[in-house]
């Protein structure tokens, strides 16, 4: 399992449970689900989110790899339309079955029919959106701060501020409060703070895709503190006897996922050329 056809070498894992989890995704991967972060994992992290992009090889190694699987879904905080159009995989060929789940879930586009499905957005997301810029003033965040629109969440980045680090520390109890008041959640992020409806994460969206395709293994990558649930949720599947690979997209702000994953690729490079040597090693297998 060291090495796979072709110019990609196929990294293994650094764990058994890894390990078991990629071979039963050689062995059949048309029985398996690939579940990727967008932002930090297909795409470099930039002080605009405006400005990411997919990295150019993203969609060229998903075109190859995806017909092999059962399913490959991209599972972003981004709304839906936002990531497939920044990651360019409308109309990409090979990933006519592509879904990416939006909003942790909330939203789900597929390729099939290029259609967005979501609910109705939480009352609370529009009130917090209007108290912001007061709270931000109040607590001398104005400057170098930035809203995102998510239209079923909002979040603060303050990778622009003159101290990032500090003024993402200094907001979390303000936001929390103002979260709270509303119904809503924070998830922290790469100095980024999000305020969510509950019950939208990671890990409820990748446990009930994987249960909704009858995949009978999984692969996960994700380099932020919001992949944590996906992480405990490709963990209790495996008890359910579902096997599956953590695959961290290497970072030097979060090591919790470094610490808790199988395989640490380096940023979206390394991810991109994991699904490359992924789909060299599963071109002459059976996808039954």
């Known amino acids: 399992m060291g090495s796979a056809m ?5 990294p293994v894992p650094t764990t058994a449970a890894g390990r078991e989890g990629l071979a039963a995704l050689l062995e059949r991967p048309g029985r398996a689900v690939v579940g990727l972060d967008f932002d930090g994992t297909l795409a470099e992290i930039v002080p605009d989110p405006d400005q990411a992009r997919a990295h ?19 599972i972003t905080g981004r709304p839906a339309e936002v990531a497939v159009r920044y990651g360019g995989f409308a109309g990409a060929e090979g ?59 909002v979040a603060v ?10 003024t993402f520390e200094a907001l979390r109890a303000p936001l929390h409060a103002l979260a709270e008041r509303h119904g809503l959640i924070v998830e922290p992020g790469r100095l980024v703070l999000e305020l969510r409806p509950p019950g939208m994460d990671k890990g409820v969206a990748l446990t009930e895709y994987v249960r909704r ?24 599947l495996r008890e359910e006897g ?47």
């Not at 072709?6 to 196929?10: D, T």
């Not at 150019?56 to 991209?74: E, K, T, W």
């Open 242 to 288: 579902v096997p599956g690979v953590l695959v961290c997209s290497g970072s030097t702000e979060v090591t919790e996922l470094a610490q808790r994953a199988d395989l640490v690729v380096d940023g979206p490079a390394g991810v991109v050329e994991l699904l490359s040597s992924l789909a060299d090693a599963v071109s002459g297998a059976n996808a039954s």
């Open 6 to 10: 072709g110019s990609h070498p196929l």
């Open 95 to 153: 990933l006519d079955g592509l879904v990416v789940l939006g909003l942790y879930g909330a939203e789900r586009w597929d390729a099939a029919s290029g259609a967005v499905q979501a609910p109705e957005p939480h009352p609370g997301v529009a009130a917090v959106q209007a108290e912001l810029p007061a709270v931000l003033e109040e607590y001398g965040a104005a400057q170098g701060t930035w809203i995102e629109d998510k239209g079923r969440a």
């Open 157 to 166: 980045h303050t990778r622009r501020a003159e101290d990032p680090q500090a």
């Open 56 to 74: 150019p090889g993203a969609a060229p190694a998903l075109s190859r790899l995806a017909p092999r699987l059962r399913s490959v879904a991209v």
């Open 213 to 236: 395709t009858g995949a009978e293994a999984v692969l996960y990558a994700g380099d932020d503190l919001g992949d944590l649930a996906a992480f405990g949720a490709v963990e209790r």
